[in-house]
Nanobody, 114 residues
Framework: QVQLVESGGGLVQPGGSLRLSCAAS????????MGWYRQAPGKQRELVAD???????DYADSVKGRFTISRDNAKNTVYLQMNSLKPEDTAVYYC????????WGQGTQVTVSS
């Protein structure tokens, strides 16, 4: 079992920044991918960004150039730095840990509004 604890969501004005964190604990070993998905009201959950153990990253086209994903393997923690936030970034953001099994965090709300 892997437990994921997210933090860092909140309300921010358009153009602002937020940093999300997700700390994993439990049965963690080997290579695994960590990342972030988001789900806006009435929409499907979509990939925002993910990162492999070796640091390879993948981003949704809608966030390229604005969001940066990083991880600290020693702390089993993944971060999502979100800059130049737009109202359309408003969603619940979910952390994911993908190894032999897939684990999801509980989600953290990000609201971009003036």
């Amino acid at each position: 079992q892997v437990q994921l604890v997210e933090s860092g969501g909140g309300l921010v004005q358009p153009g602002g920044s937020l940093r999300l964190s997700c700390a994993a604990s439990g049965s963690i070993f080997g290579n695994y991918i960590m990342g972030w998905y988001r789900q806006a009201p009435g929409k499907q959950r979509e990939l925002v960004a993910d990162i492999t153990t070796s640091g390879q990253t993948d981003y949704a086209d809608s966030v390229k150039g604005r969001f940066t994903i990083s991880r600290d393997n020693a702390k089993n923690t993944v971060y999502l730095q979100m800059n130049s936030l737009k109202p359309e970034d408003t969603a619940v953001y979910y952390c994911i840990h993908r190894g032999a099994y897939v684990y999801w965090g509980q989600g953290t709300q990000v609201t971009v509004s003036s």
